[in-house]
């Protein structure tokens, strides 16, 4: 185990007496952490990823280290925010759209791994370990988790602002980021739950991974196009008042931040005191709203991919391929070639992992 | 007769619409190796995550050594080494590491889990590869840790759900042993469709078919009605007499 795990794994487990008043088994809390975070450290991350297809018999390691340098280096990227205005507002408001974008980007691919692992259905729930430690873990592994994409990511600015703006704006901010950390687990929250509303549970992996695409490619448009939002001089972001985005979430944090180091006004102030309401109120709906509908929908998915579908009747099934069995014998020739076509066609449309 | 280890009452589970289990009833006693076998989607493995505590939505009556299982899931597992028929295994991890960490969660004090780990392993001929990564073995091999996993804490009662799958001929033949083996000291709750080996290794078998206990008893009264094999008397009371005409249907398939 490395030294931050370490570190993550001492500081999660220091309140044990806390732990044990609330029926919590510390010894296998620690157990279920330390193997946790020792997976971690082994399982491919989005950036070791295409390393790992390439030769997957080369086995991966100290996960934890490398994407907690990416992490820094995105930290180091956003501080190009600060150049884009000489309002506060405007410099943390900017800030907070690229940490909540890509914080929600980083997370919502592990919290597929973190939070639905199945296995631990089937391997941790067999043996004599209560719900309070097993939920413990769950919610512990997660904060560590975050903790090791967060830090490094807001440590730059962190730096800069306790340069730029002085010790207090820098306590402010550390607040901000940790609520702005929880907005954005409501985010991918709410997220899972949408899907997992309009969707079956089956389809519930393929999707998040569609999610995944769309964002990454929502991040890369806005690098693209706000140099070209700003002014004349290439430098200067002027947000107008009454543009949607200074009352999106980024701004809460933005105008929160500015309260510590100038004056607002009224809507300003309203805009500012969601950055605490915000986050609170999100976590009473994750909490009281959503957790019981997403942890009944989750058993389903570890249940075996829910309900079985009916079969379909023979004569249903001859009409949808009809037409594309026609197109087959149009542009290919003979048997086999039409056969390919028609494979390649289905897998297509079927696999994501087809390419 | 001493009292059951095992007490289930009028036990019943549905999944939305559909009705699982609808009423089994089943005394356990010491000693005794169980098989419990029945056709695909019978409730057998819905019966077994009752008794480990993993599915509490259920009506009737679960007792696992006086213990109520709603009242005391956690208290249950303790007795119970339950090895489930997905392998699911952390398979980043070594051997070691997982084997490890299994008796971590059953409270074994370290040296105890290191002897036992040296020689369960060894004893499945695996004692070389336990600081490889459980990614890098084959089924069977996964299979045996999975086993020594379930086996580690000592329970009193064993619970198999198809714990023969991907294991060679020689691993079946010292899991069979293993199994009666334990028996002497342990209760073997063992499912399958392997009939073969249920009908060797169990002392007592339960047929379960939609929901409902259709057969229990030794294998000699089960097949007091004839000398017919357990195979046989599987596929006279869950079939319905399909099969005879599926071979038919199958082979004339290739006509024209």
Redesign the interface.
């Known amino acids: 185990m490395n030294l931050f795990n370490r570190l993550f794994l001492g500081a999660a487990m220091a309140p044990k007496q806390l732990y044990r008043s609330l029926g919590i088994n510390t010894a296998q809390l620690k157990s279920i952490l330390q193997i946790k975070l020792e997976m971690d450290d082994r399982r491919p991350s989005a950036l070791q990823i295409g390393r790992y297809q390439a030769s997957p018999s080369q086995k991966v390691k100290r996960t934890t280290l490398v994407s907690m340098f990416f992490s820094l280096v995105l930290g180091f990227l956003f501080l190009i925010s600060f150049r884009f205005s000489d309002d506060p507002a405007t410099q943390l408001g900017v800030y907070f759209t690229f940490l909540i974008c890509m914080l929600s980007l980083m997370l919502i691919g592990d919290f597929t791994s973190v939070l639905i692992d199945v296995r631990d259905n089937n391997i941790i729930l067999p043996k004599p370990v209560n719900d309070r430690t097993f939920l413990a873990s769950r919610l512990l592994h997660i904060m560590i988790h975050m903790s090791k994409v967060l830090l490094p990511m807001s440590l730059p600015a962190w730096g800069y602002i306790a340069v730029q703006y002085g010790v207090f704006p820098s306590i402010a901010f550390a607040i901000l980021v940790l609520l702005a950390a929880v907005f954005s687990v409501f985010l991918i929250n709410t997220l899972y739950v949408l899907v997992l509303q309009i969707t079956s549970p089956e389809k519930f992996r393929n999707i998040i991974s569609y999610l995944q695409i769309l964002f990454t490619v929502g991040f890369y448009a806005a690098v693209q196009i706000m140099p070209r939002m700003s002014g004349e001089d290439g430098l200067v972001l002027e947000v107008p008042d009454d543009s949607w985005w200074k009352i999106s979430p980024p701004f809460w944090f933005g105008y929160a931040f500015k309260a510590t180091v100038g004056d607002l006004t009224a809507a300003q102030m309203l805009s500012a005191s969601m950055a605490l309401v915000g986050p609170m109120l999100s976590v009473w709906f994750v909490v009281k709203v959503m957790a019981p509908n997403f942890n009944r929908k989750l058993a389903m998915l570890s249940g075996g991919g829910g309900t079985p579908t009916a079969a379909v009747p023979i004569a249903d099934r001859s009409g949808s391929v009809s037409w594309l069995a026609k197109i087959a014998s149009v542009v290919c020739n003979g048997a086999a070639e039409q056969t390919g076509f028609l494979f390649t066609w289905k897998m297509m449309l079927r696999s994501r992992s087809f390419a | 007769m001493t009292d059951p280890i095992i007490s289930i009452k009028n036990l019943r589970k549905q999944?939305?619409p559909k009705q699982v289990l609808r009423g089994i009833d089943l005394d356990v006693y010491p000693g005794q190796v169980l098989g419990y076998i029945g056709p695909n989607g019978a409730g057998k493995s819905t019966t077994v995550k009752i008794l480990?505590?993993?599915q509490t939505d259920f009506s009737g009556t679960v007792m696992v050594r006086g213990i109520d299982i709603r009242q005391d899931p956690?208290?249950v597992?303790?007795y119970?080494g339950?090895v489930?028929e997905?392998a699911?295994?952390?398979d980043?991890?070594t051997a070691s590491?997982f084997l490890h960490?299994?008796g971590?969660?059953?409270?074994l004090p370290k040296d105890t889990c290191d002897n036992r780990i040296q020689k369960m392993m060894g004893a499945f001929g695996m004692a070389a590869n336990l600081d490889q990564?459980i990614d890098t073995f084959s089924k069977g091999m996964r299979q045996k840790v999975l086993l020594v996993s379930s086996l580690l804490h000592n329970p009193d009662i064993i619970i198999l759900d198809e714990p023969l799958n991907g294991l060679d001929a020689n691993s079946v033949i010292m899991v069979k042993v293993d199994l009666q083996a334990c028996a002497r000291r342990q209760n073997v709750l063992y499912c399958s469709h392997m009939m073969d080996v249920v009908e060797k290794v169990s002392d007592r078998i339960v047929l379960i078919n939609d929901g409902r206990i259709v057969a229990d008893g030794s294998i000699e009264s089960l097949k007091q009605q004839g000398d017919q094999s357990l195979e046989q008397i599987f596929s006279q009371l869950t079939n319905n007499g399909m099969q005879g005409h599926a071979a038919d249907d199958l082979m004339r398939a290739f006509e024209p």
Request: proline share 4%; aromatic share 20%.
């Open positions: 999944y939305g480990c505590g993993l956690v208290g597992r303790q119970i339950y489930p997905s699911d295994l952390y980043v991890l590491e960490f299994m971590a969660l059953y409270g990564r």
